[in-house]
């Protein structure tokens, strides 16, 4: 597992992590993770495991899917009313 350069760990944010190109080899998921979130339950438990995770990348993508999932879950719960 390669480490982060200065460049980036600029991209650690939650409106940027997209730009990390090829996450896994800094210990993070693949890009195609985040599709989690078009099943709320599932994206909120991997979100949840993410964030209690050692690596810096893993935290920020696992807040993104946490985010996401819980935002794509009051919609859905919101319409079905």
């Not at 995770?53 to 920020?60: F, H, P, R, T």
Request: glycine share 12%; charged share 20%; hydrophobic share 45%.
């Amino acid at each position: 597992m390669e480490q982060l350069t200065d460049e980036q760990r600029e991209n650690l944010s939650f409106f940027k992590v997209h730009k990390i190109k090829n996450p896994k080899e800094y210990g993070g998921w693949s890009k195609w993770m985040g599709a989690w979130c078009l099943i709320p339950i599932i994206g909120l438990i991997i979100g949840i495991v993410g964030m209690v995770s050692d690596n810096e990348l893993k935290k920020v993508q696992g807040k993104v899917l946490f985010t996401s999932s819980l935002i794509l879950g009051i919609l859905g719960a919101a319409q079905s009313i």
